[in-house]
């Protein structure tokens, strides 16, 4: 199974770029039978799917930050990231990148999540 | 956008069966996902493609769907399960995922 782990600034500022990596291993993030996600969580709130992309860069965002939000993948680093622009302090958040698996069938099964990395916009 | 909707909180007594319901209109086309979360800690899948259950999730958490509606039953409700749970699922034209608003467990 696929260990993810997130990195980035814990901090920043109003207006700006919010950007995160998530670094795979165990597995490969060019495997076909995966989808790469971010999901985020307000502090005392519900899950947020922020979107998704495949190894070959094809993404799909959730429509209420699709004007906001890019995701890249770097298959060279085994690496994917997330850009959201424009922020507030409504984007402050646990910040999670997940891998969702699909079987030959094009069934999502199972997840694996990273620990989560909390980031705080600030005024 | 497209929506799924759960009640925010539900609270049964050790040893009772806990029933948690989640709505949505593409429900009878796309299949549904469940959550645990506990304080603290990142999300765990108890229940993937309606009513599988991972390895490792204990027998006692069944899911099954009925028209718009799934639902998360949990048999036999030990202390341990005191957490937050949230389904998720795709909309009609499955370009995107979304999760219930969640729902918090209470074992009395």
């Known amino acids: 199974q696929v260990q993810l782990q997130e990195s980035g600034p814990g901090l920043v500022k109003a207006s700006q770029t919010l950007s995160l990596t998530c670094t795979v291993s165990?597995?490969?993030?060019?495997?076909?039978?995966?989808?790469w996600n971010w999901i985020r969580q307000p502090p005392g709130k519900g899950l947020e799917w922020i979107g998704y992309?495949?190894?070959?860069?094809?993404?799909y965002y959730s429509p209420s930050l699709k004007s906001r939000v890019s995701l890249s993948v770097d298959t060279s680093k085994n690496q994917f990231s997330l850009n959201l622009k424009s922020v507030t302090a409504a984007d402050t958040a646990v910040y999670y990148c997940?891998?969702?698996?699909?079987?030959?069938?094009?069934?999502?099964?199972?997840?694996?999540w990273g620990q989560g990395t909390l980031v705080t916009v600030s005024s | 956008s497209y929506e799924l909707t759960q009640p925010p909180s539900v609270s049964v007594y050790p040893g009772q069966t806990a029933t948690i319901i989640c709505s949505g209109d593409a429900l009878p086309k796309q299949l549904a996902y469940w959550y645990q979360q506990k304080p603290g800690q990142a999300p765990v899948q108890v229940i993937y493609?309606?009513?599988e259950r991972p390895s490792g999730i204990p027998e006692r958490f069944s899911g099954s769907s009925s028209g718009t509606t799934v639902t998360l039953t949990i048999s036999g409700v030990q202390a341990e399960d005191e957490a937050d749970y949230y389904c998720q699922s795709a909309d009609y034209d499955t370009t995107y995922w979304v999760f219930g608003g969640g729902t918090k467990l209470t074992v009395l």
């Open positions: 493609k309606d009513d």
């Open positions: 997940v891998s969702y698996y699909y079987d030959k069938g094009g069934y999502r099964l199972f997840d694996s």
């Open positions: 165990s597995g490969s993030i060019s495997n076909s039978d995966y989808y």
């Open positions: 992309i495949f190894y070959t860069g094809r993404t």
